[in-house]
């Protein structure tokens, strides 16, 4: 069977929500397939290198029914594959905040009135062992997917280590998580860590064009080189054009320039910008915005005390702000910091 089989479904309406066509990680997906002995695999990783779908892909290859010689899991045919893809396999369990779960069409159940969850919470790792305890639906095993493994606050991780250390019978458990060193280091000890890597930036950028992403090299460089943050930032309106007019734009006090953004959006937009502007003025070049058309005249000093102010916007990025005075606050700053210099007066009277 192909490689490219294993997507077969990716596309489907319903269902889990999987990323399709991640090509580059098939090598690895192989390689955990043939090596992973231990109950705990942890794959540290961006998200945005598809390190969340290879997760799923992992879980639902261990439960994949196809054993036949020869074929790559998972199939993406069997019943079980099916019933993966539908998130309604019985032996399926998973760990993820709510808001992640809605975004990826995993089941739950919020109540009236309630937002959804951004942390993973002791009740839900509890119902996931109880779950875990009971024998398994197809009789192949059972699967435990979390991520990001981050979202476990330390009562949850704390919940979770017997359960990481002696699992039920026949059960696997993948973590993933894109900074480790924040889990407890009682989690990392239990599990086996797997790096996953930034794809090559051919191979991302032949995935982004499948995608229908225009000039994808910008998105993709804007992203820091991980694919999936390159398509979300065009899925969430921000187009390879609006990227590359940012540095003018905001260092003209364009006061549209932000406007629509979500706050996260435009908090990491801004940080990129201020690195990027920083150094240039240090003699550098820049890193996530090279092709963009950069003001002349940038001041490390005014770009620092920039930096100090967005530093501390970031910290409460996850406030209910009024998104427009957000926007236009932002503007006005990330202005003064951008804008030419102030010409010093000049004339007959003025030092040479
Ligand atoms: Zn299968």
Redesign the pocket.
């Known amino acids: 069977m192909s490689a490219a089989s294993r997507d077969t479904e990716a596309e489907a309406g319903s269902g889990l929500r999987l990323a399709a066509g991640l090509d580059w990680l098939d090598p690895l997906l192989d390689h955990l397939l043939a090596t992973v002995r231990g109950h705990a695999t942890l794959l540290h990783g961006a998200p945005g290198d598809g390190t969340h779908d290879l997760a799923w892909r992992l879980g639902?290859a261990w439960l994949?029914?196809?054993r036949h010689p020869g074929v790559r899991?998972?199939?993406?045919?069997?019943g079980?594959?099916r019933l993966f893809r539908q998130a309604t396999h019985p032996d399926l369990h998973a760990l993820l905040p709510e808001e992640r779960a809605l975004e990826r069409g995993w089941p739950v159940e919020i109540k009236a009135g309630r937002k959804p969850s951004r942390q993973i919470r002791v009740d839900d790792v509890r119902a996931v062992i109880d779950g875990l305890s009971r024998t398994s639906g197809r009789g192949v095993g059972k699967v435990l997917v979390i991520l990001p493994a981050e979202a476990m606050n330390a009562v949850a991780a704390s919940a979770l280590l017997k359960t990481l250390e002696e699992p039920p019978a026949g059960t696997r458990i993948v973590l993933a998580a894109a900074e480790p060193a924040r889990l407890l280091p009682t989690i990392l000890s239990r599990c086996q860590q797997v790096r996953v890597p930034t794809p090559p930036a051919e191979q991302a950028l032949r995935w982004l064009a499948g995608q229908g992403v225009d000039q994808a090299a910008v998105l993709l460089q804007a992203a820091g080189g991980h694919p999936l943050e390159a398509l979300a930032l065009q899925a969430s309106g921000i187009a390879a054009a609006r990227w590359l007019s940012l540095p003018r734009q905001l260092a003209e006090g364009d006061p549209a320039a932000l406007a629509g953004w979500a706050p996260p959006a435009m908090l990491e937009a801004l940080g990129k910008l201020c690195h990027d502007a920083m150094a240039l003025a240090a003699g550098g070049g820049p890193r996530f915005f090279a092709q963009a058309e950069w003001p002349g005249g940038l001041e490390l000093r005014r770009l620092l005390s920039w930096q100090r102010s967005l530093q501390a916007f970031a910290r409460h990025a996850e406030h209910p702000w009024n998104e427009a005075l957000l926007a236009d606050a932002l503007a006005r700053e990330a202005h003064e910091a951008l804008r030419a210099p102030r010409r010093a007066a000049s004339g007959p009277g003025a030092p040479a």
């Open positions: 639902q994949c029914e196809d899991r998972p199939c993406g045919v069997c079980s594959c």
